[in-house]
């Protein structure tokens, strides 16, 4: 693992600071690797990197990993990799734009993006595996919400899009789309 601190505190303007902290990270855990004290996944090589802080008020993390199996490249196992990218923004209006008499009237708005794309290396030889078994599939998920909080209430609406699309052979057509829509209120006497 590597941390560094970018930015701490940094002063931007006169009334914001700023903070960012870039994390990277190698693993690899060897096939057949085993322990009864944790549970992970063996037969895998990870590498991320991670960007994450604040702006003034906005808040922001991006993130990008990618992972590989079949470590000991043995030509009958089928090898898959994966791509992860993940995306997230917030910021509340209020601190933004709002002076003091509509501040509470301004929502937190926030954007969340996440993607996953996993796929397969390619046809092992001798395996019994042909084109149509090797997977590859990306997945996206896009994700909008505004929230308005008072003292002793939240009220909130969300807009969630997703659509998974398959690209394996024979599956092409196979692509799902998802949508959700909606509105949550809270009260806290």
């Not at 990197?49 to 008020?57: C, K, N, R, V, Y």
């Amino acid at each position: 693992d590597l941390y560094w601190t970018i930015a701490q505190g940094k002063p931007i303007g006169t009334r914001h600071v700023a903070s960012l902290a870039l994390t990277v990270r190698h693993e690899r855990i060897d096939p057949q690797f085993a322990t009864i004290a944790a549970s992970l996944q063996s037969d895998v090589l990870r590498n991320t990197a991670q960007l994450a802080g604040s702006i003034g008020p906005i808040q922001v993390q991006l993130a990008y990993a990618r992972l590989e199996d079949n470590l000991d490249a043995i030509q009958t196992i089928l090898t898959t990799y994966t791509r992860r990218t993940d995306a997230l923004v917030a910021a509340p209006l209020s601190e933004l734009f709002g002076p003091a008499s509509i501040a509470a009237w301004l929502p937190t708005v926030s954007w969340n993006f996440n993607r996953v794309h996993q796929f397969g290396a390619g046809v092992p030889p001798d395996s019994g595996f042909n084109a149509s078994h090797v997977p590859d599939q990306q997945s996206d998920r896009h994700s909008l919400a505004a929230d308005w909080r008072g003292a002793k209430w939240t009220v909130g609406i969300r807009h969630d899009y997703s659509l998974q699309d398959n690209r394996q052979l024979g599956r092409e057509r196979a692509d799902f789309k998802t949508q959700v829509n909606a509105i949550a209120a809270t009260y806290s006497p």
